[in-house]
Every structure is written in structure tokens, then in C-alpha cells.
């Protein structure tokens, strides 16, 4: 296997062969393209997308494969080879790759196989703050003349700061004393501290002298770096080398060949002998590009290039050469010798966002800021001309500043968060280079919410059923809205409304106000209310607040919970016992008497049967189970007995019924007694049967008028509301006496049937109801009811 030498080597022959093939043919052998990464970045990101924006078709990308080659011994970026994608290998350490302040560059050499081409791509890598300003050594040793006059400066080591722009070195101190101040000489982007004295030295009073010199930057917070200065003061060589201008500046064009000359350095000194004799240096300071680029002849002073002159890796060079001379101590002499570098056209246009509102509200306006951008080309003339675009699904536009290269997006129609929520838009700065070159940057606008929308409930009228004897404090229903929109503009708390109804039931009543869960704080009762209405209101959090209200219909089933009542016979003690005479001589099926009841509940419940629980003789008597009718079997007989005690049961048809029963005496009397008795009996019976006839009146009309309210309320409902109920209450004609009643009424699309003891022929039992609910069969259609 071939090592990476051999590697190297086999690619620039085979680049080289492309190379000469491509002029040849008078064909376009490169491009060049650039993108920026921040240094520290983690491996695998992207940095660009290689194969598109050198115009590539990505579909075919199997066919051909990338490789890159760097000017580095290390692999910092790969190249994806199925989609092209250029990511970072390797972590990047700006300061250890670049070594500057200034714009940091690495230079990439992508060559593309199938068929064999050589791109370049530039890469910048930007700057965090993370060093803090060092001395190139902890200690700096000074030898002073004691004769050397106030004012002189004496160079101290120049701090790096491996950060650039605001990270780098910004000011340095020194420690308080009476000899010696600190100044700092501005050269650009540098700044030199240098050591003044600004008092005469004394050796006999003081022959060394030990200062501490800072280095702060201007990070935030502030970094420093500490130099131990000491100071030696002696008699000695009192003429430094001078060159003939403190700062020299040139102009040189990149890819200069390693070898030419670029300035011949020229210093004097004034002293004789070893004292003036000079010899040149570079600062110990400087850069290390500096060192690799340059290099300066000690003895003629002629500063050559050493390496390769790159614009995009360093465009400008900053030498410190000192000329010192041979005395004792030699004295030194300093100068600055900035080299700029020429630029050709290599470089896309940047886009910086300058403000950006990541979150618009969907009550914004039609012309609303959503950002701030600037587009910018570090070329110059056509190539520096930029064309900026937009792309974009929602309602944004691109609009130009009053000043070249600014712009702002703005919107141009409404918003609606809940129609789209979240918008991506493309901006596209291209330059008028040939080739042209372009920069694209996505920006992300979440659309926020306003109250906007109501609490909502599926239906205006909601019914539900609720059996009577329900737990008083226990949740019986619940009713839910929605609302479409989030956060506290979706939060939505439920409330009953009482204000303006004076209605006792609402007091019995409550809401949950979080989930709408709602509670009956009384147990109701069928017989005493039947049925009742109430409003519930939704209310959501925004601001202002929003709402809506939903009807509800609450109808009380009935339970089993009333037992049958005796009407006749009735004592005067009030116990249900009665005396009734008959003649000895009756013939089968005379009538003795009637046993009435009530039963206060309906349909099964209120559905009384009577029975015969106790008989002196089975043979004699019979009791109709229906109506409660009393008659005899046979005719009597000599040796049947003159007194007869029956006992009735009279119970319901509920789940659990419940009874009641009535004692009947009969006595055999002769007919010639009977005659008389009954004319002595007639006048009181007249009276006691009138008294029953007015309880029953009585009892007969209370439950027509409850039926009545019931069929109002209904009425009422359907015409205020449009349901899809009615309510017929129809009272039974059928009346033997027993007061047996029933109650039809319409739900949606199911009838039903509230019966007494008589039930109608093919009506069924709904399930739950305690048999009192029958459900008559619809031949339009069946639905579901509503239950708790």
C-alpha cells in the first residue's frame, strides 16, 4: 500500500497531466470557492455543499469521487463522497493553524476523478476567545547605562494573543515607581510597549531594578499575561544602531518565488569599533508565518522570501528587525517593516444578519421588519457588485436599503399561525464575477400565537340523563370545548352561569373550572323535579380573554324508590283495614269491594299488581291482580264460615319492589240484615266514599299538573333551542281506579313510554332504568342517547 508521500506525489503528477491538457484545449482547469467555520467546531459538520455549488450533477456522484489536498500535514476536512458535502475531519485550533490576527485561511485543493478536475476552495476559520496574552518569555533583562538621560525607551517583549480582533491585546501596565513609565506604540493592529525612563539612573543608590509589566486583552472578562522586567544599570556604549525611518511599507503581489529580494535594511551608528559595528535581526516576537515566509541577512540586512505568499492565508506581514551593535553592552535600534499583499478576484460575497426576529406574531402587519442584512465582497470593481434575492413559501419579501448592499425583510400580507406555523426562507447574494459567485443563508420565522379563537363546543345544546338519588358532591356529567389556539390563549376554565336567574337549582351545582367536570351538590328527586336547564361558559386565557356558552338539558330518571300507598280500605285510625257485610245469599262473581292504591313513581315503578297473601278459605274469594276487585268464586254455603279476614298485597314492578298491604274483613249476613243494614250504612258510606273520591281528585290532579309544567319546559325548549327532541306527555284514558298513569315522550330519534300498570303491547325495557323506562320501537331510525 502506498504511503502518503506517494500519494501526494502520484495526485500532482496526475493534476499536473490534467492541468496541461485543460490549457491545451483553451478549457477553464479550476474554480475557486469560500465558505467560514468557527474554530473548535465538532467533527462532522458541514462546511459546504462542494458538489453543488461547483454546479455538479449530484445525481450522478457514484461515477466520481473527491479527494482533498491541503497545504497542512493534517486532514482537516473531508469530502463527503455520496452527496458532495465538504465537513470538518479533524478539530480545528485556529491559533495553532494560523497563527495570526488577521483573517484566517486555509486553502483546499479539491481534486474531482470521472473526469479529473482541481477545484479550489477556501475555508475561513473565525475566532473565539480563548487564550489569554502571553510573553514569549516570563523574564527580560535590561543593562543601563547610568549616564542615560531621561526619556529613553527600551523595547519590552511585545505579549501574542493568539485571539484576533477584540480578543487580542488591548493596553499594557506596569508596576508603580519612581524610574521608569510604560508606553505604547500603535503600529497598525500591534501595539509595542516599550520601557521609558523618565528618571536619571544611580547606580551607587541602586543597581538593579525589578518590574512587573501586564499584557491585558480586551475580552470581556479581561485576560492578562505577566513579564518580569529587571534592570541592570551599568557604564557603558551610549549610541544605539538608528535606521533611517522607524516604519517601512510595501506592496507586494502573492506567489512571489521563494528567493527575491524584497528590502534591503540600512542602519548607522555613530560609535566606533565593535560599537558601530551592526548586525540585523528579527524580533523574537513576531508571528510564526513571519519566521516561515521571510528571512533577513544578519550581516547585508536583505529581507528574502522564504516560503509561499498566500493573500488568502495572510494579507498583510508585520516584521520587527532590530540592528543592535557589538558594544558592551550592545545597544539595538528598531524599526517596523509592514508588507501588504496584492488580492486577485477569488472571493464569493457574504452575508451577515445584521437583527433577526426569530418569532413574528400573526397580528403583525403587512410591511413588518422581520431582519436586518448586509451583503459584502472582499473584491473589489464588477467582481465586488452584488445581486441579493429571497426565496421563499410565505407571505416575505426582500426589500433594498437607501444604502448599496443593505436590506430588510419585511412581510407582505397577513399571518396566520394557525394555518402555517412555521416559515423557511433562502436568501441568495451573488456576485457579477466571471464566473459568478454566490453565498446563500436559510433563515427560520416562527409564526407566534395571538387569542384569536374562542373556546368552541361541539354542539349548542347538550343532553344528558341523570338518574334521581344520585350521591350528593359526586361528579354526575362533564361537558369540554376546544380552542384553536396554544399556550394560555388555549388554557380554557369553565364557569355556570347564575347571574340573572333566580333558580335554586343552580346553587346546587358546580363546575370544575380546569377540566369541566360537573358536580351536584344535592341528591334530586323524579317526583319533585323532572327535568331543568342551565348554561355553561367556556373561557380561554388570552388577552383580552375569549368566550362561548353551551346550553345544557338535564333530565331526571326515574327510581323505584316509593312504595304503594293504600287509598281504601281505610280506617279511622288510618290503617288500611275494612269491614265489608255482604248477603249469604250472593251468587258467584259478586263484587265484595275494590282495593285502591297509589304509587307516587312511574312506569314499572308506579305499575301495581295486587295479590292475595292471606285467606281464610282460597275456594271462596278471588282477587283481580290488575285492578285490585274483590269477588266471589262460588255462592256460600250453611257450613261456610260468617267472617272472612283477607290480607292484600299491593306491590310495584320495580328492580326491588316494593309492597304495601290492606286487611279486609267480610261478614255473611241474612238477606233480610243486609236490606237493613244497608239502607242504615247507606248515608255514611255515601260520605266516605266521597272523601275517597276527593283524595282521588286530589291525588289525579297534583299529577296532572306536573305532567303539565313537564310538557311547558319541554315546549319551551324546543322552541327556544333547535334540538332534535319533542316531548308529548299523554295522560292514560284507561282509569279503573287504581290511579295508574303513563307518560310518553320523544328524544332525538327514540320514543319513550313512562307506563302505570298497564303496559303497551310491544314496548321493550331500556337497559339502565330501573324498569321504568320503555323504549317504543321507531320505525324512522335508532340513535344514541346521552347518559351520565
Known sequence: ?????????????????????????????????????????????????????????????????????????????????????????????????????????????????NPLEMHYVIVEITDVNDHSPRFPEKQQLFEIAE?????????????????AG????????????????????????????????????????????????????????????RLNVSIVVLDSNDNRPMFSQEMYEIILLENVPVGTVVLKMNASDPDDGTNGKIEYSLGKTLKRNVYETFALDKVTGEIRIK????????????????????????????????????????????????????????????????????????????????????????????????????????????????????????????????????????LSIQISDVNDNSPQFSQSQLNFYLTENNVAGTSVFSVSATDGDVNENAAITYHIVREGRPNEIMSFLNVNSDNGQISALKSFDFETLKTFQFHVVATDSGTPPLSSNVTVNVFILDQNDNAPVILYPVSSNGSAEGVEEIPRNVNAGHLVTKVRAYDADIGYNGWLLFSLQEVTDHSLFGLDRYTGQIRTHRSFTETDEAEHKLVILVKDNGNVSLSATATVIVKLVEPKEAFAASDVKSAAKVDEEDNVTLYLMITLGSVSLLFLISIIVLIAMQCSKSTDYTSKYLQETNYDGTLCHSIQYRSGDKRYMLVGPRMSIGSTIVSGSQANTLVLPDRRHASAEVRP
Open 147 to 163: 549616564q542615560t538621560l531621561p526619556g529613553r525607551r527600551f523595547q519590552l517583549h511585545t505579549a501574542r494573543d493568539p485571539d
Open 1 to 113: 500500500m502506498e504511503n502518503a508521500t506517494e500519494a501526494r506525489a502520484r495526485t500532482s503528477f496526475w493534476f499536473a497531466f490534467h492541468l496541461a491538457l485543460q490549457l491545451l484545449c483553451g478549457k477553464q482547469v479550476f474554480a475557486q470557492i469560500r465558505y467560514s467555520v468557527p474554530e473548535e467546531v465538532k467533527d462532522g459538520t458541514v462546511v459546504g455543499m462542494i458538489a453543488k455549488d461547483l454546479g455538479l450533477d449530484i445525481t450522478s456522484l457514484t461515477d466520481r469521487r473527491f479527494r482533498v489536498v491541503s497545504g497542512t500535514k493534517d486532514a482537516f476536512f473531508e469530502v463527503n463522497q455520496n452527496n458532495g458535502a465538504l465537513y470538518v475531519h479533524k478539530k480545528i485550533d485556529r491559533e495553532e493553524l494560523c497563527q495570526g490576527s488577521g483573517t484566517c485561511l486555509m486553502e483546499l485543493k479539491i481534486l474531482v476523478e
Open 166 to 225: 477584540i480578543n487580542s491585546i488591548r493596553t499594557y501596565t506596569l508596576t508603580s515607581n519612581e524610574h521608569f513609565e510604560i508606553d505604547i506604540r500603535q503600529s497598525d493592529d500591534d501595539k509595542i510597549p516599550f520601557l521609558v525612563l523618565k528618571k536619571s539612573l544611580d547606580r551607587e543608590q541602586k543597581y538593579k531594578h525589578s518590574l512587573v509589566v501586564t499584557a491585558v486583552d480586551g475580552g470581556k472578562p479581561p485576560k492578562s499575561g
Open 307 to 442: 516560503g509561499v505568499v498566500d493573500y488568502e492565508e495572510y494579507d498583510v506581514y508585520k516584521l520587527d528587525v532590530e540592528a543592535s551593535d557589538k558594544g558592551a553592552p550592545p545597544l539595538t535600534g528598531e524599526c517596523r517593516v509592514i508588507i501588504k499583499i496584492k488580492d486577485v478576484n477569488d472571493n464569493p460575497p457574504e452575508i451577515e444578519i445584521t437583527s433577526l426576529s426569530n418569532t413574528v406574531s400573526e397580528d403583525s402587519k403587512s410591511g413588518t421588519v422581520i431582519s436586518l442584512l448586509s451583503v459584502t465582497d472582499k473584491d473589489s470593481g464588477v467582481n465586488g457588485n452584488i445581486i441579493a434575492t429571497l426565496f421563499s413559501n410565505g407571505p416575505f419579501e426582500l426589500n433594498p436599503s437607501y444604502k448599496a448592499n443593505i436590506y430588510s425583510v419585511v412581510t407582505k400580507g397577513l399571518l396566520d399561525r394557525e394555518d402555517t406555523s412555521h416559515f423557511e426562507m433562502t436568501i441568495k447574494a451573488t456576485d457579477c464575477g466571471e464566473p459568478p459567485l454566490s453565498t446563500s443563508k436559510t
